[in-house]
């Protein structure tokens, strides 16, 4: 994965921001997780395995970049971070950030009293960047984007492709050679 997005909810009735958003530190960890009827308040216990910081420092959201109008909106402004590899068991997105310039806005979310929520999906949230525990929030629509990883038959093509190309240019230069050589000697 290489970075994120989230959306308006359906009822915004306007782009955001009407003015550019800075946020001094907008930090992003990421890891495997508990299943979501396991989460934790307590945010450390649900953090399985290495926890990896994928991104650091200010974030500047552009004026005008999470469109309205739609039904689900459109998904705005993309977060990238550093490549983080996803093995498909459950996700845990830990989101730590300062205060913030601007105004705020709420992104699409599910309630609490949605089907799957607790079972496919939870939430927890806390008003403080250091904190370690907090509140049952909503879930927040999230999308990821994932670089593409080429597959082994792929990489096994262009690796051959090179030795190929390589072999091939070896022969052209002998074949040069031999003419030279052949001309030299007539």
Same mark, same amino acid.
């Given at each position: 994965?290489?970075?994120?997005?989230?959306?308006?909810?359906?009822?915004?009735?306007?782009?955001?921001?009407?003015?550019?958003?800075?946020?001094?530190?907008?930090d992003?960890?990421?890891?495997?997780?508990?299943?979501p009827?396991?989460? @934790?308040?307590?945010?450390a216990?649900?953090?399985?395995?290495?926890?990896?910081q994928?991104?650091?420092?200010?974030?500047?959201?552009?004026?005008?970049?999470f469109?309205?109008?739609?039904?689900?909106?459109?998904?705005?402004?993309?977060?990238?971070?550093?490549?983080?590899?996803? @093995?498909?068991?459950?996700?845990?997105?830990?989101?730590?950030?300062?205060?913030?310039?601007?105004?705020?806005?709420?992104?699409?979310?599910?309630?609490?009293a949605?089907?799957?929520?607790?079972?496919?999906?939870?939430?927890?949230?806390?008003?403080s960047?250091?904190?370690?525990?907090?509140?049952?929030?909503?879930?927040?629509?999230?999308?990821?984007?994932?670089?593409?990883?080429?597959?082994?038959?792929s990489?096994?093509?262009?690796?051959?492709?090179?030795?190929?190309?390589?072999w091939?240019?070896?022969?052209?230069?002998?074949?040069?050679?031999?003419?030279?050589?052949?001309?030299?000697?007539?």
């Open positions: 994965m290489t970075g994120l997005e989230w959306r308006l909810p359906s009822s915004a009735t306007g782009p955001w921001p009407a003015a550019e958003v800075s946020f001094t530190a907008f992003i960890y990421l890891s495997g997780s508990v299943d009827a396991d989460r @934790s308040l307590t945010f216990n649900n953090i399985v395995g290495p926890q990896t994928v991104r650091s420092g200010a974030l500047v959201i552009p004026v005008d970049s469109p309205s109008g739609g039904s689900p909106n459109d998904f705005g402004f993309f977060i990238g971070f550093n490549p983080y590899l996803y @093995s498909g068991s459950n996700l845990l997105l830990e989101l730590r950030h300062t205060g913030f310039t601007g105004t705020s806005r709420s992104v699409d979310a599910i309630g609490t949605i089907p799957g929520y607790g079972t496919l999906f939870s939430a927890a949230w806390t008003g960047y250091a904190g370690l525990s907090g509140s049952q929030g909503n879930f927040s629509v999230t999308r990821f984007t994932a670089a593409p990883i080429p597959e082994p038959g990489i096994l093509l262009l690796a051959t492709g090179s030795v190929v190309g390589a091939g240019l070896r022969s052209v230069r002998r074949i040069r050679r031999k003419r030279r050589s052949a001309k030299k000697v007539a």
